[in-house]
């Protein structure tokens, strides 16, 4: 089993940035992909950022060259580092971990797939 809990949400400008958290339990994140996915009010959860087991990363095209997600081993949390934010980045942003898929988070609806998840932490994004 792995707990995972966001932190590092808020309300932030346009333009801004912000650093989010995910803290994991129980288990170390060896062995895991991991990844952020928001969703706005309304609308379908969406695939942020993922980073496999290898270390490898990829993002969704709408957060290309603006978000960086990296992982602290040491510390055993994942981070998502947001840069000039918008306000269409406005979501309850999630962790998530699994196991045994490391690829095609950004296929619609693979985030069902995904075996845990955090409670999510707000980010607002004023414009």
């Known amino acids: 089993q792995v707990q995972l809990v966001e932190s590092g949400g808020g309300l932030v400008q346009a333009g801004d940035s912000l650093r989010l958290s995910c803290a994991a339990s129980?288990?170390?994140?060896?062995?895991?992909?991991m990844g952020w996915f928001r969703q706005a009010p309304g609308k379908e959860r969406e695939f942020v950022a993922a980073?496999?087991?290898?270390?490898?990363?990829y993002y969704s095209d709408s957060v290309k060259g603006r978000f960086t997600i990296f992982v602290d081993s040491a510390k055993n949390t994942l981070f998502l580092q947001m840069n000039s934010l918008k306000p269409e980045d406005t979501a309850v942003y999630y962790c998530?971990?699994?196991?045994?898929?490391?690829?095609?988070?950004?296929?619609?609806?693979?985030?069902?797939?995904?075996?845990?998840w955090g409670k999510g932490t707000l980010v607002t994004v004023s414009s």
């Open positions: 129980g288990r170390t994140f060896r062995g895991y992909s």
């Open positions: 998530a971990a699994d196991s045994a898929y490391g690829d095609n988070w950004n296929v619609p609806g693979m985030w069902h797939e995904l075996s845990y």
């Open positions: 980073i496999r087991r290898s270390d490898s990363t």
